[in-house]
């Protein structure tokens, strides 16, 4: 079967996520890290990308991107392969390193991009690696606050319009930014640490719009099952509209759509 064609549009934000085979811990290092970091920086230079946020995880990663051209493929091609070639080197080791290709979810719904950011934002604290996201080094929050220096390859500034900000006033976005954080990590924690302290599923889908469909199942785990329930319609109709490739995402899936309720 061939693979659906990229959403590479161009002017909002990418969730994009990498995850190492078989659950293997591919960032767990700072030498990883730091190798991961310095290769995205020159990717974001080489290809024009805006990172708003990141963060690295010991098996994975989250990053949110802009793009100024259709490159994430060639980008994320380059960032994941240079990596994998030296994380082999480095613990003798042959084969992929990612699982499968990488995620990416265009965010394009009022609101998403803030609530993937404040999401990435809490990563590390829900397991367990830190207790504030700005203990956490390696992301992208405490530059965003104003808390550490920005790496090369964050766009920090850019990061405050996750949110939906603007920058007439960058200290009171950076407190607002916190404030916003704050407030998830206190829902979070009220729930258990381990909470995903996701958004529900009205919160996310609209009907017509494919795009909050794969949201919803690819950013927020949802199952096609849950989905399907909540749209009133068979677990077959979600897998169908799942894989609608975004070049034919108009007239008749939309219409599809609009009419199951």
């Known amino acids: 079967m061939a693979r659906r064609p990229r959403d590479q549009r161009v002017?909002?934000?990418?969730?994009?996520?990498?995850?190492?085979?078989?659950?293997?811990?591919?960032?767990?290092?700072?030498?990883?890290?730091?190798?991961?970091?310095?290769?995205?920086?020159?990717?974001?230079?080489r290809f024009g990308w805006t990172v708003g946020?990141?963060?690295?995880?010991?098996?994975?990663?989250h990053l949110?991107?802009?793009?100024?051209?259709?490159?994430?493929?060639?980008?994320?091609?380059?960032?994941?392969?240079?990596?994998?070639?030296?994380?082999?080197?480095?613990?003798?080791?042959?084969?992929?390193?990612?699982?499968?290709?990488y995620k990416s979810i265009p965010l394009t719904r009022t609101g998403a991009a803030g609530r993937v950011a404040k999401y990435v934002d809490l990563n590390p604290v829900r397991a367990g690696l830190c207790d504030r996201p700005e203990d956490w080094e390696w992301g992208g929050y405490g530059a965003i606050v104003g808390r550490r220096r920005a790496l090369r390859l964050h766009a920090a500034e850019a990061g405050l319009q996750?949110?939906?900000?603007?920058?007439?006033?960058?200290?009171?976005?950076?407190?607002?930014?916190?404030?916003?954080?704050r407030e998830r990590l206190a829902t979070t924690r009220a729930h258990g640490v381990a909470a995903r302290s996701r958004p529900l599923l009205p919160e996310i889908i609209v009907r017509g719009d494919i795009d909050s469909l794969r949201e919803a199942h690819e950013?927020?785990?949802y199952s096609t099952r849950a989905i399907a329930t909540y749209l009133d319609v068979s677990v077959a109709t979600v897998h169908r509209w799942l894989k609608e490739a975004p070049i034919?995402?108009?007239?008749?899936?939309?219409?599809?759509?609009?009419?199951?309720?």
């Open 219 to 221: 950013t927020w785990w």
């Open 248 to 261: 034919k995402r108009t007239g008749a899936a939309l219409t599809r759509w609009q009419g199951a309720s």
């Open 53 to 61: 946020n990141w963060t690295l995880m010991p098996n994975h990663h």
């Open 162 to 181: 996750l949110l939906g900000g603007d920058h007439a006033d960058s200290a009171a976005m950076q407190f607002e930014y916190a404030r916003a954080v």
């Open 64 to 101: 949110l991107i802009k793009l100024e051209e259709p490159n994430l493929d060639a980008g994320m091609h380059r960032l994941h392969g240079l990596f994998a070639q030296r994380w082999n080197i480095r613990n003798d080791n042959t084969g992929h390193v990612f699982f499968r290709r």
């Open 11 to 45: 002017g909002c934000w990418h969730h994009v996520m990498g995850r190492g085979c078989r659950g293997e811990p591919v960032l767990s290092t700072d030498v990883d890290r730091e190798h991961f970091c310095f290769l995205l920086g020159d990717v974001v230079d």
